[in-house]
T-cell receptor, first 113, second 110 residues
């Protein structure tokens, strides 16, 4: 069966520090991968999605970036965090047809102080 | 723009009653809609998918309808239980991804 992992589960970082969140998927090949952010009490905001290794599409301009160095690994990064980067970050995967059901990881709660 | 909206931010209902949540879409005709459940501090979990040519779909105590005339999907939970308390999200498909509504927070009162 397929599983999706995210780490760390919780992170407290000072403003201006770098960020690296990792997501890995097991039990499937060539998945579509997604990064979402969910601010407190708000909906899911799609940040990035990837249909293959090295292929990243950005949905919103920001100081975040994403990379997909391996088929089942998706990384969210920032060189300098802002207060507004605080939120709940979710990674998800789906089949190769992007409109299919998405399966979410447990999330990373990021607090920037 | 192509919007998907869940107009009710919160819904409180007595245990045992049927909860009905609404999802509306404008300016397009989705091939299907999906419903997810999200518990606090957790990722959303897929519940049901309904296609435009399906009027209704059921899964245990859950029922989803799709009305292309009203541009609306309804999500019902029958015989609701306190364990059904969560935020429920609807979603439509995009070119390579899903667009989610902001969700309705359901509270089932014992």
């Amino acid at each position: 069966s397929q599983t999706i992992h995210q780490w760390p589960a919780t992170l407290v970082q000072p403003v201006g520090s770098p960020l690296s969140l990792e997501c890995t998927v097991e039990g499937t090949s060539n998945p579509n991968l997604y990064w979402y952010r969910q601010a407190a009490g708000r909906g899911l905001q799609l940040l990035f999605y990837s249909v293959g290794i090295g292929q990243i599409s950005s949905e919103v301009p920001q100081n975040l970036s994403a990379s997909r160095p391996q088929d089942r690994q998706f990384i969210l990064s920032s060189k300098k965090l802002l207060l507004s980067d605080s939120g709940f970050y979710l990674c998800a995967w789906s089949g190769v047809r992007g409109q299919e059901t998405q399966y979410f990881g447990p999330g990373t709660r990021l607090l920037v102080l | 723009s192509q919007k998907i909206e869940q107009n009710s931010e919160a819904l409180n209902i007595q245990e045992g009653k049927t909860a009905t949540l609404t999802c509306n879409y404008t300016n397009y005709s989705p091939a299907y809609l999906q419903w997810y459940r999200q518990d606090p501090g957790r990722g959303p979990v897929f519940l049901l998918l309904i296609r435009e040519n399906e009027k209704e779909k059921r899964k245990e105590r859950l029922k989803v309808t799709f009305d292309t005339t009203l541009k609306q999907s309804l999500f019902h939970i029958t015989a609701s239980q306190p364990a059904d308390s969560a935020t429920y999200l609807c979603a439509r498909g995009g070119a390579n991804n899903l667009f989610f509504g902001t969700g309705t927070r359901l509270t089932v009162i014992p």
